[in-house]
């Protein structure tokens, strides 16, 4: 059975600032536990019910919890058999850009767009995303849950965009509604596309720095594309075999 301390506690890295401090997140869901006991993170504690317990197999630290209790620390609607409390973990050294396509994106505020992006790019062989300081946070649950696993292959980093995109020496493609139709751009084997916030786009300053401007060709009435949709899109054709 959970104490209160115990339980608070796990309530509270539901908080970014609890998070940021402890250096812990939260993982829920079967799927995404699963992946996460596969990966280099490290697992603090799990919290299963008896169906997911009795058939655990592993050495990190279990407690079996009833169902009412699952559904005081999580923090989804329906929560799924087991949680996990893991340890935040940091990409080593710095990202390599050349010889591969790389994700930068400017000001991504919703949780689901963020994971989303990460799932597609865990999809079509990313391995990194450059974040700015600015977008949400990775270990938010949601961005968790959104990425369906990916956090755990698609190593992320935030950095100033201002000061990083200038001394990148590959291509650089920005999604912009004003830019060249993206079907004349051919495969990309290296280069970096920026993905701007949901409602602004791409912020100004970083505008100079976009050396290969692109769109997605609009055939119909809609106004614009949801970020993570417009990414799919575009990766999907730069990333072609």
């Given at each position: 059975m959970l104490s209160k ?121 990313i391995k ?114």
């Amino acid at each position: 059975m959970l104490s209160k301390n115990e339980l608070k506690y796990i309530q509270s890295l539901c908080h970014k600032k609890q998070r940021q401090e402890e250096g812990l997140f939260i993982v829920e869901g079967t799927k995404l536990v699963n992946e996460l006991l596969q990966s280099g993170f490290t697992i603090r504690k799990l919290y299963a019910l008896p169906l997911w317990a009795e058939q655990y197999r592993g050495s990190v630290p279990l407690e079996t919890i009833t169902g009412t209790e699952l559904e005081k620390i999580s923090s989804l609607q329906a929560p799924n058999q087991v949680l996990a409390v893991a340890e935040q973990k940091q990409p080593s050294g710095e990202p390599v850009i050349e010889k591969q396509l790389t994700l930068v994106l400017d000001s991504i505020q919703d949780p689901g767009n963020f994971g989303t992006i990460i799932r597609i790019a865990d999809w079509f062989g990313i391995k990194q995303v450059i974040a700015s300081v600015d977008t949400v946070e990775l270990y938010n649950p949601k961005v968790i849950q959104s990425t369906m696993g990916s956090f755990a292959r698609v190593n992320v980093w935030y950095k100033p965009l201002a000061g990083f995109l200038p001394a990148v020496t590959v291509p650089v493609y920005g999604a912009l509604l004003n830019g060249k139709n993206m079907h004349n751009e051919p495969p990309v084997t290296e280069g970096v596309l920026v993905i701007g916030n949901e409602s602004k786009g791409i912020s100004n300053e970083l505008l100079p720095f976009v050396s290969h401007p692109i769109t997605i060709p609009r055939l119909g009435g809609a106004e614009s594309l949801n970020a993570a949709v417009a990414a799919g899109i575009i990766v999907s054709h730069l990333k072609k075999a």
